[in-house]
């Protein structure tokens, strides 16, 4: 890349980031080819259509694709920079250990195409040490090439770090203005990769070392989950008091030191539910808020399994309507979902008296399959349901009138309708959390 050439650019990974980022990048005249391993994702793309849910990004697809700088595939190509946005779960191995087997097979694949000049970006949350081990796992693999870090000559290729910042909603909007944290193997690398992102982010780019970069990310993370980890705590004492904790945060909050968050059913997403753990895993002995708050936000789960089941046996004849899977209001990304979690756990138990209200899914999520559980819309669920358990905070289920909820038994884990928090036929118990 020389001057105002326009990089070939190749993402790894068209999911909720990996696609939005591709566009954005495409939208800066930068012909981009979108890789993914599902041949229907790819097909679905290259029609100029998306497969998920997310504001403005439908049309900004169909764009950059009628204007050919926007192509998918499954297979990698010759690229200028390559950027990697693959998944990053952990291990169900009771350690919460990280699992970057996605970001190494990415890098295989690069390692095939790499030459020298080009960069190689890791945006995927990982663990502190990831962008290394790309590295080395490329030095392995290509003998021939000058690695940064690992030569005292000018390196053939640049390889740096740099997380999104992103709200789920305003995702577009967000990965053009919002700052960036750059970490660069080495200050030339930081330097390449910074200049790659100029093209298309308007926000401050700032460039730091790769493992504060990747440290940075998961740091952002584990203080929102602290943060409503002491939310989602303070709604379980206010519960068993008997107080209603949003009324409580509410008078908290005038104090202009103190803002605390409102409560939910738990925490979800591939991020804040996730990142904390790869914290966890690399000083075990050392992060113990960050594993606190995790324990506490999980328990909130099975805390609204419990109270959502006292409701359900307390109305025996009445059919139970579970508003929203997604892990937060307005998006249809149902990963590490506590709706999910909830509403699965309430199907399981109580079979085809649970229906399941979710304007963003087509069907329902394999572990539904012969609970007896039905997708149903919000005017069927307000016209057939006894009970309403509230476990996100769509629009769509805000607006509903007091009118046309009177009669029914309601817990409200979002807080959205202060209007119906006592429980039917019950004086004094309060689901408020």
């Not at 390889?159 to 999104?164: K, L, Q």
């Not at 504060?212 to 584990?222: D, Q, T, Y």
């Not at 005038?254 to 690399?282: E, K, S, Y």
């Not at 202060?418 to 689901?431: F, I, S, T």
Request: hydrophobic fraction near 40%.
């Amino acid at each position: 890349m020389r001057g105002e050439e326009k990089p070939q650019v190749c993402v790894i990974g068209l999911g909720y980031i990996g696609l939005p980022t591709a566009a954005v990048i495409a939208r800066a005249n930068c012909p981009v080819l979108g890789i993914d391993v599902s041949e229907k994702v790819v097909e679905t793309i290259n029609r100029g259509e998306i497969h998920i849910e997310e504001v403005d990004l439908d049309g900004l697809v169909r764009g950059v694709v009628q204007r050919g700088l926007l192509k998918a595939s499954t297979q990698l190509a010759p690229s200028d920079v390559f950027v990697i946005a693959v998944p990053t779960p952990f291990e169900h191995d009771g350690n919460h250990t990280p699992d970057i087997s996605y970001v190494m097979a990415a890098t295989t694949e690069i390692a095939a195409v790499l030459k020298k000049g080009d960069t190689i970006i890791l945006e995927s949350t990982s663990p502190v040490g990831t962008t290394e081990k790309v590295r080395d796992h490329i030095a392995g693999l290509r003998p021939d090439l000058k690695l940064p870090g690992l030569t005292s000559e000018t390196p053939d290729v640049a390889i740096a770090y740099c997380p999104e910042r992103v709200l789920p909603g305003r995702i577009l909007e967000e990965l053009t203005n919002n700052d960036r944290s750059i970490g660069g193997i080495t200050p030339r690398c930081a330097r390449k990769a910074l200049a790659f992102y100029k093209r298309f982010v308007r926000g401050t780019c700032v460039t730091t070392d790769a493992r504060s970069a990747e440290m940075c990310k998961l740091v952002e993370n584990s203080f929102r989950d602290v943060n409503i980890a002491f939310a989602n705590e303070l709604s379980m004492i206010a519960d068993e008091m008997g107080l209603d904790v949003w009324e409580v945060i509410r008078l908290a909050n005038r104090h202009p030191r103190v803002n605390i968050l409102q409560p939910g059913p738990g925490v979800g997403g591939h991020c804040i539910a996730v990142d904390p753990w790869f914290i966890v895993h690399g000083a075990p002995e050392q992060a113990k808020i960050i594993r606190a708050a995790r324990d506490i936000n999980d328990a909130k789960m099975h805390h609204v399994v419990a109270r959502a089941t006292e409701l359900v046996k307390a109305n025996p004849e009445a059919k139970v309507a579970c508003l929203g899977l997604a892990f937060k209001a307005n998006i249809d990304d149902f990963r590490e979902s506590p709706a999910r979690f909830v509403a699965s756990r309430l199907a399981q138990e109580f079979g085809e008296r649970i229906k399941i209200v979710e304007p963003y899914a087509a069907e329902l999520p394999k572990e539904f399959d012969g609970s007896g559980a039905e997708l149903i819309d919000i005017d069927s669920a307000l016209e057939e349901c006894g009970v309403l358990i509230v476990l996100v905070d769509h629009d769509v289920f805000r607006v509903i009138p007091f009118e046309e909820r009177s009669g029914v038994a309601v817990y409200d884990t979002r807080g959205i309708w202060p209007d119906a928090q006592l429980v039917p036929d019950k004086p004094g118990l309060r689901l408020a959390s």
